[in-house]
């Protein structure tokens, strides 16, 4: 089997965000959260005798989100919101019926509506971003006939095609591109950064679920290669199905993304 199993958020309290994602998006717990300490996430982490609460939430696609909250030696950083101009993970997307009504169940759930970005987009389509209680960016998108559900896990990429083939590895083939390389001044709005253009390609595992890799043309983005820390909060990583043939795993993509490798 490959393809995407889960995205990684750290979760400063569990189960504020099992509520968040609940109230906001119908996620529910699967089974109790559980507790892992060894070796493998003493090296992700960088520290000896780490240990975290791991709880696993899904959707009634199955669309699955793995929350980690970071016993020992707790959290990197406080809760912070990036803008997409950065390489690695970036934001998470969902399809929605109501931004109004997805806005007030935010504001319920302790993650904060980020007004600013709210913008008409195209086709009679309205898009803005919100955050979880963990700073996690996410985008959501109303428009006509949409069905609300899980849209894409974002990654913003150094080099496309090295990427494609990377996640090809994992069952990830091309799907639709978005072919944003003229200014517009919407996509400013949104994503907070004047003047961006960028190329975004779909690719999609074999359960249909998807990741936008995002080539950002400008502004140039800093080379920064060091690895990020996984144990901050917010977007950390993605859990991804390889085969039979291969052990658990954490590597990282061209881009310093944590990717967990799962049977």
């Not at 709880?55 to 959290?75: A, E, Y």
């Not at 090809?168 to 004047?194: C, Q, T």
């Not at 502004?219 to 859990?239: A, M, R």
Request: hydrophobic share 40%; net charge negative.
């Amino acid at each position: 089997m490959k393809g995407l199993a889960s995205r990684c958020i750290g979760a400063i309290d569990i189960q504020e965000s099992v509520n968040f994602y609940k109230s906001v998006f119908g996620f529910e717990p699967l089974g109790n959260a559980e507790e892992i300490s060894g070796s493998e996430l003493d090296v992700i982490v960088g520290s000896s005798n780490s240990r975290a609460l791991v709880q696993l939430i899904k959707n009634n696609d199955d669309d699955r989100i793995k929350l980690i909250q970071f016993v020992s030696p707790g959290f990197s950083e406080v809760p912070k919101v990036r803008t997409i101009g950065h390489y690695g993970l970036t934001h998470l997307a969902f399809f929605v019926d109501d931004l109004d009504a997805v806005r007030n169940k935010v504001i319920s759930a302790n993650g904060k509506p980020l007004d600013h970005t709210r913008v008409p987009m195209i086709h009679d389509w309205y898009g803005m971003y919100i955050t979880d209680p963990n700073g996690t960016r996410i985008e959501v998108v109303a428009g006509p006939g949409v069905v609300p559900g899980f849209s894409h896990s974002g990654i913003c990429v150094k080099d496309l095609e090295k990427s494609i083939n990377f996640y090809r590895e994992f069952g990830f083939e091309p799907a639709e591109s978005y072919d944003m390389r003229e200014v517009h001044d919407w996509m400013g709005k949104l994503n907070e950064i004047e003047g961006i253009t960028l190329f975004a390609q779909m690719i999609k595992d074999p359960q249909q679920r998807k990741l936008q890799l995002l080539d950002i043309v400008t502004p140039e983005l800093p080379d920064k290669s060091i690895l990020k820390p996984f144990n901050k909060p917010g977007f950390v990583g993605i859990e991804v199905f390889a085969n039979n043939q291969m052990t658990d795993e954490i590597i990282r993509d061209p881009n310093g993304v944590h990717v967990q490798i799962s049977r």
